[in-house]
């Protein structure tokens, strides 16, 4: 399941952001390279390159950012909505 973007609180989004270029990328000959990383996982993000992927049944981990050409459709139609929320 997709959860937006909107959904998040800022220190959600800025622990997945932490998590991915922890994860997807190594130290590197640039002086702060977590600050790098994190300039372009934000832009990917903005861009719908990279989209938050909620896994309920994985025990390991509950949400993930993902690259959005690595997602069938049935996933990304797959989009979360917040209890109560108005479809406008």
Do not use: F, H, W
Request: glycine residues 8%; charged residues 30%; proline residues 7%.
């Amino acid at each position: 399941m997709i959860i937006p973007l909107e959904s998040l609180s800022d220190e959600a989004r800025q622990g997945l952001v932490d998590e991915y270029c922890m994860r997807e990328n190594g130290s590197n000959e640039t002086e702060d390279p977590l600050e790098a990383c994190r300039q372009g996982v934000e832009k990917a993000l903005s861009e719908g390159r990279l989209l938050v992927l909620y896994t309920p049944y994985n025990p390991n981990q509950v949400a993930a950012l993902v690259p959005a050409d690595q997602l069938g459709e049935k996933e990304k139609a797959e989009v979360y909505e917040e209890p109560g929320g108005s479809s406008e």
